[in-house]
């Protein structure tokens, strides 16, 4: 079993749509939660952390369940800008950063 | 302020062949990390340096060594090559005691 898993996608979505990705991890020890977005041939950059009480940033909330070992990110509104890859990133220990990402989701808005 | 700059951007070596690759953190940053995403697929961890110390090491053979140095630049040597180690390289840095990490834009290495 993969430590993250996601969902590959694509998913095609028209714009002002809401979309929904979802991730679960493995490791029940993993400390803190990530989403990175990856433009095509681009380095991922961080989209936003995760918190247990959740956390919003604009068009963007992201959830984690810790029980169940979930982690959803959800898009309102969605521009032709938000298509890329979204990875969802675990990070296992806190005495170092050793990140464990997703195979991402692929999002695809069109007009 | 410059972002995390890796070189080269482009690389294409032949089975057997060793290379290097260098990474330039942002100013301040202390910790770099190495990551290895082949198409299709997330970033790998390779290793994780700080002040100059090895603090992480991914599942990765012997073949893979990195090294830091006192400006905090690290390199990434990858010797006899193989065709399943064409990816892109990429190398992260961060501040102490904050998780956020900036990735450089990557090397792209092919294996012919």
């Known amino acids: 079993r993969k430590e993250v898993e996601q969902d590959p996608g694509p998913f095609n979505v028209p714009e002002g749509a809401t979309v929904a990705f979802n991730c679960t991890y493995s490791?029940?020890?993993?400390?803190?939660f990530f989403w990175y977005r990856q433009d095509c041939r681009k380095e991922p950059k961080l989209l936003m952390s995760?918190?247990?009480s959740g956390n919003e940033d604009g068009r963007f909330t992201a959830q984690l369940n810790r029980a169940s070992q979930y982690i959803s990110l959800l898009i309102r509104d969605s521009k032709l800008s938000d298509s890329a890859t979204y990875l969802c990133v675990v990070n296992k220990d806190t005495g170092f950063q050793k990140l464990v990402f997703g195979t991402g989701t692929r999002l695809l808005v069109s007009p | 302020d410059a972002g995390v700059t890796q070189s080269p951007t482009h690389l294409i070596k032949t089975r057997g062949q060793h290379v290097t690759l260098r990474c330039s953190p942002i100013?301040?940053?202390?910790?770099v990390s190495w990551y290895q995403q082949v198409l299709g697929q997330g970033p790998q961890f390779i290793f994780q340096?700080?002040?100059?110390?090895?603090?992480g090491r991914g599942n990765f053979p012997d073949r893979f060594s990195a090294r830091q140095f006192p400006n905090y630049s690290s390199e990434l040597n990858v010797n006899a090559l193989l065709l399943g180690d064409s990816a892109l390289y990429l190398c992260a840095s961060r501040r102490p005691n904050d998780e956020k990490l900036f990735f450089g834009s990557g090397t792209q290495l092919s294996v012919l």
């Open positions: 100013s301040g940053h202390k910790s």
């Open positions: 995760v918190y247990s």
């Open positions: 340096y700080y002040e100059k110390e090895e603090r």
């Open positions: 490791n029940s020890a993993s400390q803190s």
